[in-house]
């Protein structure tokens, strides 16, 4: 018996070009990018600066939360892309994403405010 490729690809349902399953795809493709990019942050972390919420007695961070109000770590953003990659109709991911990443960045050089601290520096780099 011959097989449709469009039925069947290696026992995979075949795509639909409908328009709103061109919306999932891309949608699809833009979570996976933000999720390369993610990977590639965790990777260029090499000090975990950035991996988890900062503690300001176990970071020597006195007066963090009075500073920054709205805190940002790849922890949360971990947690917050896994939602976007939940949601098939989220239009925001990549914007939500990298307003997440500025944020995380932006948050560490305002804290360290001294262009000369290597957390301020790390920022920098992995902002540009």
């Keep these: ?4 490729p469009k039925k069947e690809r290696r026992g995979k349902p075949a795509r639909s070009t409908k328009k709103g399953n ?3 795809s891309a949608n699809a493709r833009i979570y996976r990018s933000c999720t390369d990019i993610f990977k590639y ?5 090499k000090n975990n600066i950035f991996a988890r919420p900062v503690d300001e007695e176990a970071h020597f ?3 963090y939360y009075d500073v920054i109000k709205e805190p940002m770590d790849l922890n949360t953003l971990h947690g917050k892309l896994r939602i976007w990659g939940q949601d098939k109709e989220a239009n925001n991911t990549a914007d939500e ?3 997440c990443v500025r944020l995380m960045f932006r948050n560490a050089m305002t804290y360290n405010d001294s262009p000369t601290h290597p957390v301020h520096i ?5 902002l540009e």
Excluded: G, H, R, S
Excluded at 1 to 4: A, E, F, K, T
Excluded at 41 to 45: C, G, N, S, Y
């Design 1 to 4: 018996p011959q097989i449709n």
């Design 22 to 24: 061109a919306n999932i």
């Design 41 to 45: 942050l965790q990777k260029e972390d």
């Design 61 to 63: 961070a006195p007066n």
């Design 97 to 99: 994403f990298a307003a």
């Design 122 to 126: 790390a920022a920098k780099v992995l």
